[in-house]
């Protein structure tokens, strides 16, 4: 196995695939930036092109301005968007309150084990930094270096192990549970955009990806 030092070197995100609405997402390498907007159109997802086996990643993110209500804007490690069985990691920002942020994980499409976390801090307010710490046998959630969450692999727990690509998202998600998770929508301040910089990856881990998504 690789040296687990190797897992957290890390560089700047070189290119990303966009799953739906492209119109509404630009990337420039150049300033290592990312904006995700949502209007009319709907949301947009961006991820890396290839997975990763544990690591380190990190972005620098201002949420969307104004009432946010029903939105989810996120970043989040995941081994297939919409996989039944995935694996992943997730920050997540619920549009009802843009002072708290939620942090879960799965394995092999098993969650509930979401946390609350206070940012304190309105996330729409400025640059943060949020980071991920993936290893084998323990996970941190990093906000601005502090570390707000470790989970750590049990004996004879499941524990998340398959490569994972980068993702992260601005959507409505004002239908999950009759808008009690993110709040109703409401649209008022439309077009919200959220801006990503800075995104770094691990070095060493990338995995080709064969998949056809």
Same mark, same amino acid.
């Not at 104004?66 to 490690?77: E, K, R, W």
């Not at 968007?81 to 990691?89: A, P, V």
């Given at each position: 196995m690789a040296d687990p030092a190797l897992h957290h070197q890390i560089q700047p995100i070189k290119e990303i695939a966009i799953d739906y609405t492209p119109e509404a997402c630009t990337h420039s390498p150049v300033s290592n930036s990312i904006t995700l907007t949502f209007d009319h159109r709907g949301g947009a997802r961006w991820r890396s092109t290839t997975r990763f086996l544990y690591g380190t990643f990190t972005s620098l993110i201002q949420c969307p301005k104004?009432? &946010?209500?029903?939105?989810?804007?996120?970043?989040?490690?995941s081994s297939l968007? @919409?996989?039944?069985?995935?694996?992943?990691?997730d920050f997540e920002f619920l549009g009802k309150d843009k002072t708290i942020v939620q942090t879960n994980y799965y394995t092999t499409g098993t969650g509930n084990r979401e946390?609350?976390?206070?940012?304190?801090?309105?996330?729409?307010?400025?640059?943060?930094?949020? &980071?991920?710490?993936?290893n084998p046998d323990s996970i941190?959630?990093?906000?601005? @270096?502090?570390?707000?969450?470790?989970a750590e692999?049990?004996?004879?727990?499941?524990?998340?192990?398959?490569?994972?690509f980068l993702y992260a998202s601005v959507w409505d998600a004002s239908y999950i549970a009759e808008g009690q998770w993110t709040g109703p929508y409401i649209g008022c301040d439309v077009p919200y955009v959220c801006l990503y910089k800075d995104i770094q990856v691990p070095v060493s881990t990338a995995i080709e990806c064969s998949c056809d998504s």
């Open positions: 104004g009432n &946010t209500s029903g939105l989810n804007f996120n970043i989040y490690l968007e @919409g996989d039944k069985s995935q694996d992943e990691i946390q609350i976390h206070d940012l304190g801090f309105d996330c729409s307010d400025g640059f943060h930094e949020y &980071t991920i710490k993936w941190e959630w990093v906000i601005d @270096g502090k570390v707000v969450r470790k692999k049990k004996e004879g727990e499941a524990f998340p192990e398959k490569p994972m």
